[in-house]
C-alpha cells in the first residue's frame, strides 16, 4: 500500500481483556517495528521483525504482550489481560532496509485506553 | 544503557523567533535521523546525518551531526506556525538500534 496503515486507531478496552492491534506495513519493506508512545514522550522500542523472524524482543514489557508477523508483511501486536499502565499510542513503523538500513515511516497508531 | 538526551522538552517562540533542538548521546552514534511529530499525529522523517561534522538545510531547518558523532541539533529560523510540533532525534547505535531522544515541543506564543 501507499503508507503504513494501522487498525483499530482507536481502542478502548476494560481492564483484564485482551486486544489485538493490527500493522500492514507498505509492500516489500523488510523491516517492521512496533513502538509504545505514552502521552508527551518519545516513541519506546518494543519488538523488531526482519520479514517473518521476530529478531528482538527486547523491549516488550511484560509476557502479556506478544507480536507476530507470519508471513513476513502483516503483523500483530496483541495484548493480554490489560493493564492501565498500557493505556498509550502504539505506532508501528516499516523500513524498506534491514535493521541498520534506511528510515522509518509510521503509521498513524492505535491509540489505547485502558479503564 | 545507551540515551540520547534531547533537550529542551518545550520551547516557547514568538512567531517569527529561532527555535533550536540539541541532542547528545553518551557514545558515537554510527547516524543520527530527525523526526517531526504534528499534535495528534505520527512521526515524519525528517532527515538523516551520517558524516562528522555534516551540515545538512531543509529551507528554514539547519541540521548538524557533531565532529565527534555524539551530538546534533536542529535549528530552524523564522518559525512559522506550520513548524509547530515535536522534533524527535533518533540515533542509531553500534548495534543499529535507534535510540530515540525524549522530543522537543516547539510551541508558537499567541
Known amino acids: 500500500g501507499a503508507g503504513v496503515s494501522q487498525s483499530p486507531r482507536y481502542k478502548v478496552a476494560k481492564r483484564g481483556q485482551d486486544v489485538a492491534l493490527r500493522c500492514d506495513p507498505i509492500?516489500?519493506?523488510?523491516?517492521l517495528f512496533w513502538y509504545q508512545q505514552a502521552l508527551g514522550q518519545g516513541p519506546e522500542f518494543l519488538t523488531y521483525?526482519?520479514?517473518?523472524?521476530?529478531?528482538?524482543k527486547s523491549g516488550l514489557p511484560s509476557d502479556r504482550f506478544f507480536a507476530e508477523r507470519p508471513e513476513g508483511s502483516v503483523s500483530t501486536l496483541k495484548i493480554q489481560r490489560t493493564q492501565q499502565e498500557d493505556s498509550a499510542v502504539y505506532l508501528c513503523?516499516?523500513?524498506?532496509?534491514?535493521?541498520?538500513?534506511?528510515?522509518?515511516?509510521f503509521g498513524a497508531g492505535s491509540r489505547l485506553t485502558v479503564l | 544503557g545507551q540515551q540520547v538526551m534531547q533537550i529542551p522538552q518545550y520551547q516557547h517562540v514568538q512567531e517569527g523567533e529561532d527555535f533550536t533542538t540539541y541532542c547528545n548521546s553518551s557514545t558515537t552514534l554510527s547516524n543520527i535521523q530527525w523526526y517531526k511529530q504534528r499534535p495528534g499525529g505520527h512521526p515524519v522523517f525528517l532527515i538523516q546525518l551520517v558524516k562528522s561534522g555534516e551540515v545538512k538545510k531543509q529551507k528554514r531547518l539547519t541540521f548538524q551531526f557533531g565532529e565527534a558523532k555524539k551530538n546534533s541539533s536542529l535549528h530552524i529560523t523564522a518559525t512559522q506556525t506550520t513548524d509547530v510540533g515535536t522534533y524527535f532525534c533518533a540515533g542509531r547505535d553500534s548495534n543499529y538500534q535507534l535510540i530515540w531522544g525524549a522530543g522537543t515541543k516547539l510551541i508558537i506564543k499567541p
Open positions: 521483525f526482519q520479514n517473518e523472524a521476530q529478531l528482538d
Open positions: 513503523a516499516s523500513s524498506f532496509g534491514f535493521l541498520g538500513a534506511n528510515v522509518l515511516t
Open positions: 509492500s516489500g519493506h523488510v523491516s
